[in-house]
């Protein structure tokens, strides 16, 4: 996608983030099916679509990560996403919110998604709905920042998908300058490291939970 530019407007401080215990995937995944458990899906996106703001660190990192364990992800590869990403190149805002809205509704944790609906609510000038998602990106976005400090494997930030690894980038500032030089597999994903003038700056890990 070409629109991450937009970030820059939009994304808080970087600073200030201390790296939690290592995410444990099975302990999230079994919170969100669990009815009894305070981290249960249903209980979660009701918080996340009704008062975002009222979401701890812990609620945004179930939300974030359990997208991995949904039925209903929406892919930059499937059609649906592909006319969105058409209207939104083509500037056309009011189809970029009607799809927007649809594919919101099936997969709300979706970066990709919350990205073009922010820039249409923002180009629209409709405040109230892109204050709403920017507290909603902010949320999911500050759980992939608490998540390292790309310092090493063993504390690189963790992202679930190539795209959100993109997003990331944009928000840490690293531009063209720097280069992906490696990419080590693991067994739950792949270590992407990102390097300036031959120097390692970075390590992000993108997860494949589901292969």
Not at 56 to 69: C, K, V
Not at 136 to 144: G, V
Request: glycine share 4%; net charge negative.
């Amino acid at each position: 996608m070409k629109y991450y530019f937009f970030l820059l407007l939009i994304v808080t401080p970087i600073f200030g983030f201390t790296q939690k215990p290592k995410l444990d995937f099975n302990s999230i995944e079994k919170n969100l099916n669990n009815t009894e458990s305070s981290y249960n899906y249903e209980k979660l996106i009701f918080k996340y679509k009704g008062f975002p703001k009222s979401l701890d660190s812990i609620e945004a990192e179930h939300l974030y990560y359990g997208r991995n364990f949904s039925d209903s992800i929406v892919s930059t590869s499937d059609e649906d996403f592909k006319t969105l990403a058409h209207a939104f190149k083509d500037n056309n805002f009011e189809d970029c919110i009607r799809l927007g809205k649809i594919l919101y509704n099936k997969d709300p944790t979706n970066l990709d998604v919350l990205l073009i609906l922010l820039r249409a609510y923002d180009t629209k000038h409709d405040e109230n709905n892109f204050i709403h998602h920017l507290v909603q990106f902010r949320t999911l976005t500050d759980a992939i920042k608490s998540s390292g400090d790309g310092k090493s494997e063993k504390t690189a930030y963790v992202v679930n998908t190539i795209g959100d690894e993109y997003i990331l980038l944009n928000i840490l500032n690293i531009g063209s300058d720097y280069k992906r030089q490696n990419s080590n597999p693991t067994k739950d994903g792949m270590f992407d490291i990102w390097e300036k003038d031959k120097n390692t700056i970075l390590y992000i890990k993108v997860l494949y939970l589901n292969l």
